[in-house]
C-alpha cells in the first residue's frame, strides 16, 4: 500500500498497483505536479498588468529589459525582417512547413458549421448562424523551444474564420522559425514582447500594439496567470482555454513495442520540468521494459535535465486489463492520449475525458504537435474533462436569430404571456399583449 511510503519518495521507474491503492492514493497518484510558488505568480502578474495598463510601451521595453535582456526600440517587426527570415530558411524547411500547413488547412476547414435554421412550430423559424471573432492575438512562446508550429495552429483557423484583425506576440527577438510560420498564415503584424506583459498588452493595448478581444496561445505560468486575469476583468479580454504544463498519458499492453513508449513518454517530458508523463498498463513486462528504455533514451537527450525533472513526478501505474486502463485515463483527463495496444481503435469508444487521442503505435504525439491536421493546442492539467481541443468554432461566436410570421406569433402568444406573467416580469407579458391587441383590431 502506498501509505507506507512518502508520494515524493516514488520514482517513474517503479510501477504503482492500481489495485492495492485506496481511492485517496489513487487520487494523490494521478495529481499533477503542483505550479510552484503559486501566490507569488499571481502578485508579479499582477503587478505587470497594472504597469502595462499605466504606461503602455514604456513599461512593455522596460519589462522586455528585465526579463528578456533585450532592449526593444520598434515593437512591430517590420516586413523586411520577415521576408529576410523566409530567405535564411532552407527550402526543406520551407517545404515541410507548407505540408504542415496544408493539412492543417484541410483540418479546420472541414470544421465550419452550416448554418442551422428549424420551425419549431409553424410561423415561428430559429437560426443559428456564425460569426468570426473580430480581433484576436496570438502568443507564441519563445526561449529554448520557439514554438513556430503553434503559429500554424492557431493563425490558420483565425484565417479560415475570417477574423479581421490578428495579432501575434513572442518574445524578443523573434526566432525566424515563428516569423516564417508567420509569413505561411499571412499575419502581418509581428510584436516583439513576451510574457506576462504581451498577454497585458493584448488585452489592454498600447500606443504599438492593438487591444484584442481573444487572446489564444500557450506559455508559462507567468503567461497562463496573465490570461486568466485578464479573462476575468471587463475590460479585459477572452482566452481559449485553461493551460497548464505539457502531459501526456499511455495506454500499452504485451503488444506494444517498449522503445515506441518510452519516444512517447520522453517526447512531453522535455517540454518542461513541470510536464507529467503517465503510462498505464496490465502488463508488468512492459512496464519493466518501457521504464528501462526510457531511462536509455534519456541520456542521449540534448534537452535530458528538463525531461529527468518532469520524470520524477511521473507515473507507471499497473491496472487489471484495458478497460480498467481506460477508466484511469477517464479519470486523469490528459492533455495528449496515446493507444499503443493490440486493437487500439477498439479503445476508441470507450474514451471520455481526453484533449487529442493517438491510436496505434504508428501515431506518435509528435505528430499531432505538427502535421497530421489536428490542433495541438488542447486542454491541460485535467480540464479535458471539461474543456475542448481547440478549433475553428473557437474564432467563431455563434449567433440565433429567430423571426415570428403574424401567425406563428399568434399560434405562441398566449405561452409566452402566461410564463412571463408566472415569473412576475409583466412588461414581458406586455410586449405579446399589445401585439395580440394589433392583431386583433386589424382582424
Known amino acids: 500500500m502506498m501509505s507506507d ?16 491503492l485506496t481511492e485517496t492514493e489513487r487520487d494523490e497518484v494521478l495529481k499533477r505536479p503542483a505550479v510552484a510558488a503559486g501566490a507569488r505568480i499571481t502578485e508579479v502578474v499582477t503587478g505587470i498588468l497594472a504597469d502595462v495598463e499605466k504606461r503602455g510601451d514604456e513599461a512593455l521595453r522596460e519589462l ?14 517590420e516586413d523586411e525582417a520577415v521576408e529576410a527570415a523566409w530567405n535564411r530558411a532552407t527550402p526543406e524547411f520551407r ?9 492543417i488547412r484541410r483540418f479546420h476547414t472541414a470544421e465550419k458549421l452550416a448554418p442551422v435554421t428549424v420551425e419549431t412550430m409553424p410561423g415561428v423559424t430559429c437560426t443559428q448562424v456564425t460569426r468570426p471573432i473580430a480581433s484576436v492575438g496570438l502568443y507564441i512562446p519563445g526561449g529554448t523551444a520557439p514554438l513556430f508550429s503553434t503559429v500554424l495552429m492557431l493563425g490558420i483557423p483565425a484565417s479560415i474564420a475570417g477574423c479581421n ?9 523573434v526566432a525566424d522559425p515563428i516569423l516564417c510560420a508567420a509569413k505561411l498564415c499571412g499575419i502581418k503584424d509581428i510584436y516583439q514582447v513576451g510574457g506576462a506583459q504581451a498577454i497585458a498588452a493584448m488585452a489592454f493595448g498600447t500606443a504599438s500594439i492593438p487591444k484584442v478581444a481573444k487572446i489564444f496561445g500557450p506559455g508559462n505560468a507567468y503567461v497562463t496567470e496573465a490570461k486568466r486575469q485578464v479573462s476575468r476583468r471587463t475590460d479585459g479580454a477572452a482566452i481559449d482555454m485553461p493551460a497548464g504544463p505539457s502531459e501526456v498519458l499511455v495506454i500499452a499492453d504485451e503488444a506494444a513495442n517498449p522503445t515506441f513508449v518510452a519516444a512517447d513518454l520522453l517526447s512531453q517530458a522535455e517540454h518542461g520540468p513541470d510536464s507529467q508523463v503517465v503510462l498505464v498498463t496490465p502488463s508488468e513486462t512492459l512496464a519493466k521494459a518501457a521504464a528501462a528504455e526510457a531511462l536509455r533514451q534519456l541520456q542521449e537527450l540534448p534537452r535530458r535535465a528538463i525531461a529527468e525533472k518532469a520524470l520524477s513526478a511521473s507515473r507507471i501505474i499497473l491496472v487489471k486489463d484495458l478497460a480498467e486502463a481506460v477508466a484511469v485515463s477517464n479519470r486523469y483527463a490528459p492533455e495528449h492520449l496515446i493507444l499503443q495496444t493490440k486493437n487500439a481503435r477498439d479503445l476508441v469508444p470507450a474514451v471520455q475525458n481526453a484533449g487529442s487521442v493517438f491510436v496505434g503505435a504508428y501515431s506518435p504525439e509528435s505528430g499531432g ?10 486542454p491541460t492539467y485535467g480540464c479535458a474533462a471539461a ?11 455563434r449567433m440565433t436569430v429567430q423571426e415570428m410570421t403574424p401567425a406563428g406569433f ?3 402568444a398566449q405561452t409566452i404571456a402566461l410564463l412571463a406573467h408566472t415569473e412576475e416580469l409583466d412588461a414581458h407579458r406586455n410586449a405579446v399583449l399589445v401585439r395580440l391587441a394589433q392583431l386583433k383590431a386589424e382582424d
Not at 484583425?165 to 527577438?173: A, E, F, G, H, M
Not at 504537435?369 to 488542447?378: E, K, P, Q, S
Open 165 to 173: 484583425k490578428v495579432i501575434l506576440c513572442s518574445p524578443p527577438p
Open 5 to 20: 511510503m512518502e508520494k515524493s519518495e516514488l520514482t517513474f521507474a517503479e510501477p504503482v498497483d492500481w489495485s492495492a
Open 64 to 77: 522586455s529589459a528585465k526579463f528578456d535582456r533585450v532592449a526593444v526600440k520598434a515593437m512591430r517587426v
Open 387 to 397: 474543456y475542448s481541443s481547440l478549433g475553428l468554432a473557437d474564432f467563431m461566436r
Open 369 to 378: 504537435d505538427y502535421a497530421t491536421g489536428t490542433n495541438h493546442v488542447l
Open 410 to 412: 399568434k399560434g405562441l
Open 95 to 103: 517545404a515541410a512547413l507548407q505540408t504542415a500547413a496544408d493539412n
